[in-house]
Nanobody
Framework: QVQLVESGGGWVQAGGSLRLSCAASGRTFSSYPMGWFRQAPGKEREFVAQVSRTGGSSYYADSVKGRFTISRDNAKNTVYLQMNSLKPVDTAVYYC?????????????????WGQGTQVTVSS
């Protein structure tokens, strides 16, 4: 089992940047593909990005491609989401998640462990 704790959220003006971090407990962090999701009020949880176990490959939602970058440091048991050129539509609670067995990486129901989330607010 792994426990996940997000940090780095906050308030930023449109066009600004934030870097989210997700720290994982346990010695098996490198065995989990990791994802970032977000959820705005009244909306379903939405896929943002995913990174492979080694960090060698990643996948992004079209809405964030070219603006967001997911990465991981297995030595630090941490996954990151660098968010640039932020827009008001990016406002949401952002969650990191881990998959025990890689499956549809865009489906939040395929992830087994979740953090508590961190709020990101982008003002216009």
């Amino acid at each position: 089992q792994v426990q996940l704790v997000e940090s780095g959220g906050g308030w930023v003006q449109a066009g600004g940047s934030l870097r989210l971090s997700c720290a994982a407990s346990g010695r098996t962090f490198s065995s989990y593909p990791m994802g970032w999701f977000r959820q705005a009020p009244g909306k379903e949880r939405e896929f943002v990005a995913q990174v492979s176990r080694t960090g060698g490959s990643s996948y992004y939602a079209d809405s964030v491609k070219g603006r967001f970058t997911i990465s991981r440091d297995n030595a630090k048991n941490t996954v990151y989401l660098q968010m640039n050129s932020l827009k008001p539509v990016d406002t949401a609670v952002y969650y990191c998640a881990a998959q025990k067995v890689i499956s549809d990486v865009t489906d939040y129901r395929k992830y087994d462990y979740w953090g508590q989330g961190t709020q990101v607010t982008v003002s216009s």
